[in-house]
């Protein structure tokens, strides 16, 4: 005979047993009251194992609790914020505004009905034609509840122009001589030639352009020079030297300390001391004794970088007295910060 169990008056999560109630194939089924209000039928197997603890609602908060963790959910200002600046930014702007993938802000816009209208009326371009050359997209995307990328297409469309930083007005066609040329009003220059296109949506002054491109072969030409300089200096071993202490200095302070004001010697002192160390470790590694032809050397620190605490203490560790030389390989694996390996420190 199987047992039967009294299960009236037992809670099991968040039901309560009230009385038995009939059958489901051989276990006996009992109703249950939930802490929501709600009555269920459950199996004494699914109530004695912990299966069943609520009539479903318990699935449903922690659900929720997943979304709220994983910024799924909206809440009312976020909600607020789409409604005010959906059509000024678009779904795009707004998605990384929100810190939310684009999908969910085209879901919450549909949600909300909140629909962008793709219509242009009259009324519309009406004012862009009006109000666009003076007070730009911005406020025209403000006016017409409309997004700045929309206004600035429909703007080229029309072939409209914004005022200058000088305040005066666009260039204006006077003549046209190819698809490509056009006389025009040039602010600096006046009547001169500029270039267009089908549409004249742009012109573009030819010896405006000349000045610039000249000025700007003049910085490339400038930039290339200063690259061959530096290349040139730091393939000397003075240049080697200087670049390797200022690297790491800069990374020890976050870009707070510089070779040239903050360290009390120059590069051609650095330069110095650091051949006559070569000089006297005979271009030797002192740990492993390997020419540092074959493995190429690291400027080594005596007492290690990481023990200071403030700028005076790195300073003082950037002396020429704490500077060696030990080959790569010894200096990244075998010391690592050790104080406790002595070796010729080549003074």
């Known amino acids: 005979m199987r047992k039967i169990f009294d299960l009236i008056g037992q809670i099991f999560g ?3 047993v009230l009385k038995r109630n009939g059958h489901q194939g051989k276990e ?14 459950v199996k004494t197997s699914n109530l004695r194992s912990g299966h069943t603890k609520s ?16 910024g799924h959910t909206w809440t009312k200002k976020e909600d607020k914020f789409l409604i005010d600046n959906h059509k ?13 993938s684009k999908d969910s802000v085209k879901h919450r816009c549909k949600g909300l009905g909140l629909c962008q209208s793709r219509a242009w009326s009259k009324q519309d371009i009406d004012i862009l034609k009006e109000f666009y050359p003076e007070k730009g997209s911005n406020w025209c995307a403000n006016k017409l509840k409309k997004s700045v990328y929309r206004i ?12 200058y930083r000088d305040g005066k007005l666009p260039t204006e ?27 004249c949506n742009s012109l573009r002054c030819r010896l405006c352009r000349r000045i610039y491109y000249t000025k700007r072969n003049n910085l490339e030409e400038t930039k290339t020079k200063m690259r061959i300089w530096q290349k040139k200096k730091y393939a000397t071993p003075l240049g080697k030297y200087q670049i390797r202490l200022r690297v ?12 040239s004001k903050d360290l009390p010697y120059n590069s051609k002192q650095l330069c110095d001391h650091i051949e006559n160390i070569r000089q006297n470790q005979n271009n030797c590694c002192p740990i492993c004794s390997i020419s540092y032809e074959i ?3 690291d400027i080594d620190h005596i007492v290690p970088t990481h023990i200071a605490k403030t700028r005076e203490e790195l300073l003082k560790l950037f002396d020429l007295e704490n500077l060696s030389l030990l080959c790569w390989h010894c200096n990244r694996n075998v010391k690592r910060g050790r104080l406790d390996i002595k070796y010729n420190y080549g003074f």
Do not use: M
């Open 295 to 297: 493995n190429p050397f």
């Open 173 to 199: 066609i006077i003549s046209r001589i190819n698809e490509t040329t056009a006389l025009a009003n040039c602010s600096k220059h006046g009547i001169c030639e500029h270039e267009t296109n089908k549409k």
């Open 28 to 41: 006996t089924q009992w109703l249950c009251l939930c802490d929501c209000g709600k009555e269920t039928n």
């Open 152 to 163: 600035r297409s429909k703007v080229n469309r029309l072939g409209l122009h914004t005022k």
């Open 14 to 16: 968040k039901l309560t």
């Open 248 to 259: 790491r200095l800069h990374a020890l302070s976050n870009n707070n300390l510089s070779f």
């Open 55 to 70: 009539c479903g609602c318990l699935k449903i908060e922690k659900i929720k609790l997943y979304h709220i963790s994983q």
């Open 88 to 100: 000024i930014y678009g779904p795009i702007q707004c998605a990384r505004l929100l810190n939310k």
